[in-house]
């Protein structure tokens, strides 16, 4: 399984991004799929998660801004962010978890990983 993780950029405070992430290879019928973020010198972590059937989960850091979606027929999620703030500038990834039923935030539940695409927000 690969996946590709596309959309970052540069923008300003208030603005708004949307990132993609494509699966692709051998994927089930069925899987979970996540995004994360790590800023320069944090931790990697949860922005949220959703299932095959759309139910979702969310950082509370990010509920109310942040919306993700997904187009099973092509194997694609989306990470729309809204209202950016200049906390929310790391590199964000996607990842997927194959066997997947619930909307994780636990990263240690995912088997793959997207190379990351940078956000930065200015103030």
């Known amino acids: 399984v690969q996946l590709q993780a596309s959309g970052g950029g540069l923008v300003q405070a208030g603005d708004s991004l949307r990132l993609s992430c494509a699966a692709s290879g051998r994927t089930s019928s069925s899987y979970v799929m996540g995004w994360f973020r790590q800023a320069p010198g944090k931790e990697r972590e949860s922005v949220g998660a959703?299932?095959?059937?759309?139910?979702?989960k969310y950082a509370d850091s990010v509920k109310g801004r942040f919306t993700i979606s997904r187009e099973n027929a092509k194997n694609t999620v989306y990470l729309q962010m809204n209202s950016l703030k200049p906390e929310d500038t790391a590199v964000y990834s996607c990842?997927?978890?194959?066997?997947?039923?619930?909307?994780?935030?636990?990263?240690?539940?995912?088997?793959?990983w997207g190379q990351g695409t940078q956000v930065t927000v200015s103030s």
């Open positions: 959703i299932t095959t059937f759309g139910n979702t």
């Open positions: 990842a997927l978890d194959l066997s997947g039923r619930v909307a994780s935030t636990n990263q240690y539940a995912y088997e793959y």
